[in-house]
């Protein structure tokens, strides 16, 4: 059976959604590692296709002349809730020229929204985590069997959704394959934050075990947590690969010619232990990473590890310098830890960045934005990111967000965190976030110590443009 991934162009006159992080538009183009790890796993039964419209820059027209003339036994699509009237037209337009081919989606737009895409018997949704899914899924169409008793799918049946029961979590990590990068290995991915190619992203872990009632942190997880959560009214266990998995996949990206790395695991830093292995390895092949940490997980011996092993960053979540809100939100953590973090990586000379998300409470006031400003730029840290909760359905702050009124139009919309807020606090509108989230990304990036410190360290003028075009999205949304 020949089953073919289609990342569609933007359809609903917007920038296109990232699908990996979820959550915003796309700023600069991130290798979808999720749906490359379900195309691995296909490979080993069928004939799979990739087709990128984003990264190729093509149109809509393109899109509909690749249906009309394309053969494929079945299309897959990754969804994300910015996705989703994208995703729909995308399947009408399959629909139009291959009347009776099947369509399988995936991701968290349709792990939540799951009636949304069932538009007829032969649309498929896989709920949560989707490698065993999709396989055993596939692997029954192309025999021409009954897939009704499919653990972890919805389907259209005699004119009823009819949901199946949830797929235990993937056991065991390491029996899957690593993604299948050859699909996308001709597309010029970069980190504006580490400005080395070839670029890749690796996943080590799956979820976080921290009770932050926002978080989303990737596509995957929310997928993987929406579903998890039905059942269980919590969130799911975070679950590892083995550092020695993990390292025969640096060995052959390092074999490959890949140059640079961000592990994009939800919280990469948990214990020594594992972490020293990995940079060890990082270290031999000369690797320039970096990955997403908490402030709390960083020690001086930690710090050590990751100058020595080369990171070109630490992503921080810090939110706000606020006790009150960060007890609020429940991120287990004080500022005082926050300051300690950053301290012992600036010691070390590991470039942080901060992510501080506006509006996480509703103690939140222009007051508490201004002064998480002002200590942000005091600390002179390499990159700020700034964007605005959304309350995100299934998360604990949808709900409360829900239940005190503070959601514009009364229930949560797809958003754009970086750019738009669909919050009104009583002393905090959406407004007043939508323009403090304008000017304090103005007053970071514009910088003349900002600029001057980042302009020479890209490596090639192709890197350049791609960052300044990311930045430019990032402040304008164009």
């Given at each position: ?21 979820g959550?915003t ?8 590692i999720?749906e ?10 069928h ?6 419209f984003?990264l190729e820059e ?21 969804c994300v ?6 995703d ?9 020229y291959?009347?009776?081919?099947w369509?399988i ?5 349709v792990?939540?929204y ?7 018997q ?8 989707p ?20 653990n972890?799918?919805?389907f259209?049946?005699?004119?009823n ?14 029996s ?19 400005k080395?190619r070839p ?5 080590t ?12 942190p ?5 997928a ?16 590892y ?6 390292i025969e996949?640096?060995?052959?990206l390092a074999?490959?010619?890949?140059r ?6 939800d919280n ?19 690797f320039?990473?970096?990955c ?9 011996e ?30 287990g953590?004080?500022s ?31 007051e508490?934005?201004?002064d ?9 840290v ?22 005190n ?12 965190v970086?750019?738009?807020s ?8 959406n ?5 403090m ?5 103005i007053?970071f ?12 360290r ?9 960052a ?11």
């Amino acid at each position: 059976m020949t089953i073919t991934f289609i990342v569609p162009p933007s359809l609903d006159g917007e920038l296109p959604a990232e699908r990996t992080a979820g959550c915003t538009r796309l700023v600069y183009p991130m290798p979808n590692i999720y749906e490359l790890i379900v195309a691995a796993v296909l490979e080993k039964e069928h004939h799979v296709c990739y087709q990128d419209f984003v990264l190729e820059e093509k149109n809509e027209k393109q899109l509909e002349l690749f249906f009309a003339q394309d053969k494929s036994d079945c299309y897959l699509l990754w969804c994300v809730n910015l996705s989703l009237e994208t995703d729909l037209k995308t399947i009408r337009y399959i629909r139009k020229y291959r009347p009776d081919v099947w369509i399988i989606t995936m991701g968290p737009g349709v792990t939540y929204y799951t009636k949304k895409l069932l538009i007829d018997q032969r649309v498929v949704v896989v709920r949560g985590e989707p490698e065993l899914t999709v396989q055993e899924l596939t692997g029954a169409i192309s025999e021409g069997k009954d897939f009704g008793t499919v653990n972890g799918i919805s389907f259209l049946k005699d004119g009823n959704i009819r949901h199946n029961p949830a797929r235990e979590l993937i056991k065991d990590l390491d029996s899957l394959p690593f993604p299948a990068r050859h699909f996308i290995e001709k597309y010029p991915f970069t980190n504006p934050k580490l400005k080395i190619r070839p670029y890749t992203t690796v996943l080590t872990s799956r979820n976080c075990p921290y009770k932050c009632i926002y978080c989303v942190p990737s596509s995957l997880t929310f997928a993987r947590e929406i579903e998890f959560k039905k059942d269980n009214n919590r969130k799911p266990p975070i679950s590892y690969r083995s550092v020695a998995n993990v390292i025969e996949e640096l060995d052959m990206l390092a074999a490959e010619g890949y140059r640079a790395i961000t592990f994009i695991d939800d919280n990469f830093i948990t214990t020594t232990k594992r972490l020293r292995p990995i940079c060890e390895c990082v270290k031999k092949h000369g690797f320039s990473w970096g990955c997403q940490a908490r402030a709390d997980a960083i020690t001086e011996e930690i710090a050590r590890i990751l100058h020595e092993s080369n990171c070109g960053f630490v992503d921080l979540g810090v939110e706000s310098f606020n006790d009150d809100i960060l007890k609020y939100i429940k991120k287990g953590i004080t500022s005082e830890q926050i300051y300690e973090g950053i301290g012992w990586l600036k010691k070390y000379r590991v470039p942080v960045k901060l992510n501080i998300l506006i509006g996480t409470s509703p103690l939140e006031t222009k007051e508490t934005i201004r002064d998480t400003l002002r200590k942000a730029k005091a600390l002179k840290v390499s990159q700020v990111m700034f964007n605005i909760v959304a309350p995100f359905p299934g998360t604990e702050f949808y709900d409360l967000a829900r239940e005190n009124g503070w959601i514009v139009g009364g229930d949560y919309k797809p958003t754009d965190v970086q750019h738009h807020s669909i919050l009104n606090y009583p002393g905090l509108s959406n407004e007043d976030m939508e323009k403090m989230l304008f000017r304090n990304n103005i007053s970071f990036f514009l910088r003349p110590s900002f600029i001057l410190k980042n302009i020479g360290r890209f490596g090639s003028f192709t890197d350049f443009k791609i960052a300044l075009k990311a930045l430019k999205r990032k402040l304008f949304h164009t």
